[in-house]
């Protein structure tokens, strides 16, 4: 999986036999490894956490999705939103040897979620830093960044990558200026190859498997109520499965 991953790329995980199979973007490459990142959002990811160096989990499939479509565009922002930062690394560091100015902005709620500064700031030409409350860099929301420099200078091609929402409202700010925007979608996904259909979205008003035709999709095409909508089918049997790991 290391010599093959690219950027934009995921993989799919199961921890047991009778684990559900998450999928996770692959944050890093290593010589003989790969790194995720993930947030303790559920049950899969409360027990991932309880794993400690040397444990083993059943299986891993990778790398799968199509890579970002990475090419010399000149002037590219590469945003991640929460734990949607664990992505942005290998797509900057690509659009970088590419030969792009890359821009990027890294949002959190607050300072102590905001993760992989260090590593964002080494590749990228420029970086910006926004927490909703304020605790670290610009007050505000990436989309306001990104409106500022917008209005300044010309940017060829947006990466949005966070929680649908995000990704919703801050594709919107690149509508006017007619840039190319991709957004990397995160739905439900189970075989990770086109047989399940359970990652369905639609783009461009045609049904789309996010987890063969993307992740990343044209983010101006996304049909995000969707997405969100169908994000939710299962919560009720997530809080049961939750409620029950923690007993
Ligand atoms: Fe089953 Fe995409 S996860 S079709």
Redesign the pocket.
């Known amino acids: 999986m290391a010599q093959h991953a690219r950027a934009g790329q995921f993989l799919i995980l199961r921890l047991h036999e009778a684990g559900e199979r998450i999928p996770l973007t692959i944050s890093a490459v290593r010589e003989d490894a790969v790194r995720v990142i993930f947030m303790t959002v559920g049950k899969t990811t409360e027990e991932l956490a309880t794993l400690r160096a040397g444990d083993r989990i059943t299986d891993v499939v990778g790398p799968l999705g199509k890579p970002s479509e990475i090419a010399n565009y000149g002037t590219c922002c590469v945003i991640g939103g929460g734990v949607g930062i664990a992505s942005t690394p290998p797509i900057a560091k690509e659009l970088k040897d590419a030969g792009n100015h890359v821009i990027g902005i890294i949002g959190a709620r607050s300072a102590d979620l905001l993760i992989l500064e260090d590593e964002m700031r080494e590749i990228c030409d420029e970086l910006y830093i926004t927490t909703d409350d304020g605790s670290k860099g610009v007050h505000g929301f990436a989309s306001d960044v990104l409106k500022k420099l917008l209005e300044e200078r010309t940017l060829d091609r947006v990466w949005i990558i966070g929680p649908a929402i995000m990704m919703k409202v801050t594709s919107g700010v690149t509508v006017p200026y007619n840039v190319k925007t991709y957004v990397s979608l995160n739905p439900i996904?189970?075989?990770?190859?086109?047989?399940?259909?359970?990652?369905?979205v639609t783009v461009g008003g045609e049904t789309k498997?996010?987890?063969?035709d993307g992740p990343e999709f044209d983010a101006h095409q996304v049909d995000f109520n969707e997405l969100m909508q169908r994000q939710r089918i299962y919560t009720a049997q997530e809080k049961v499965s939750l409620e029950r790991f923690a007993e």
């Open positions: 996904m189970v075989d990770g190859t086109g047989m399940c259909g359970s990652c369905r498997f996010a987890c063969v």
